[in-house]
């Protein structure tokens, strides 16, 4: 019976070796995952900050555009009519000119 009990002591210790040499390479991987985890956190948090500033400039870009539309003066039909009359006197005045030239 002592070699059946050496055997059954020698399979439980075994299995134990086993199940310690899985806890191990857990353990290992655990510790992978875990760093990878905080890098990956890390690289959240350049992100998140990266998109805040990019929506603060968008809104920036947003406020600007919106003061430069207020801004837009529209020309009035009336200011081109009166240019197009400061146009003719201007090429009566020179067809005036080149009139007298020519006496």
């Known amino acids: ?23 191990q390479s857990e353990r290992s991987k655990n510790n992978a ?3 990878e985890v905080g890098r990956m956190k890390d690289e959240l948090f350049f992100v998140s900050e990266r998109e805040f500033m990019l929506n603060t400039e968008i809104e920036t870009l947003k406020s600007a555009l919106q003061l430069a539309e207020n801004k837009v003066v529209e020309v009035p039909v009336q200011i081109v009519g009166k240019r197009e009359e400061e146009i003719d006197e201007l090429v009566k005045e ?10």
Do not use: D, P
């Open 94 to 103: 020179i067809e005036y000119c080149i009139e007298q030239l020519k006496k």
């Open 33 to 35: 995952l875990q760093s």
């Open 1 to 23: 019976m002592t070699e059946q009990i050496e055997k059954s002591i020698e399979q439980i210790l075994n299995k134990a070796r086993s199940l310690h040499a899985e806890l």
